[in-house]
């Protein structure tokens, strides 16, 4: 597989006459939100503002209480839907749960959640949900941390949105 994250078009909303930046990030880092293109191939619906770093060859949107981290994979050996979907699974932590597949219009999308030993507050959502949008083109994976039930019901409203551009 070959990562595609170079291609991404960087997005920042933090121009004269732009929406207001939430207080809550850190103006060091551009501020995303909407209908944003993570490659020329993919995109994403963020109904909140996010930060935006690149950091390990991974695309990372935060903002308090969630962080996503993305990745986009190429399919350079054509496989097929299925084919993908073996390699993730056959790959994946078997201490997985919630785990859901849900296939049409030639995709599929898989999630699951895997438990954080280390979260902190302890009254956080202490599962990671991680998520791989698989297309003939490849697939996007993302994992996402969350520290409250709504971030996580938000974590998941945002990998539900990823498509194809």
Wanted: aromatic content about 8%; hydrophobic content about 40%; overall charge negative.
């Amino acid at each position: 597989m070959t990562r595609l994250l170079q291609g991404a078009k960087i997005v920042n909303h933090r121009f004269l006459g732009g929406p207001h930046v939430s207080d809550h990030l850190n103006p060091d880092f551009p501020v995303v939100s909407g209908d944003y293109v993570l490659t020329k191939g993919w995109r994403v619906s963020l109904p909140e503002q996010f930060n935006r770093r690149i950091e390990n060859d991974s695309l990372v949107l935060w903002m308090p209480d969630l962080t996503l981290w993305i990745n986009i994979w190429n399919n350079d050996r054509k496989a097929s839907l299925d084919e993908l979907l073996h390699d993730i699974l056959a790959r994946a932590n078997p201490e997985r749960s919630a785990e859901k597949c849900v296939r049409g219009d030639g995709v599929i999308r898989l999630s699951f959640e895997l438990a954080e030993d280390d979260a902190e507050p302890a009254d956080c959502a202490a599962n990671s949900i991680n998520s791989f949008i698989i297309t003939s083109a490849g697939y996007a994976q993302v994992s996402a941390y969350a520290d409250t039930p709504d971030a996580q019901a938000l974590a998941y409203r945002i990998v539900n949105s990823i498509a194809t551009a």
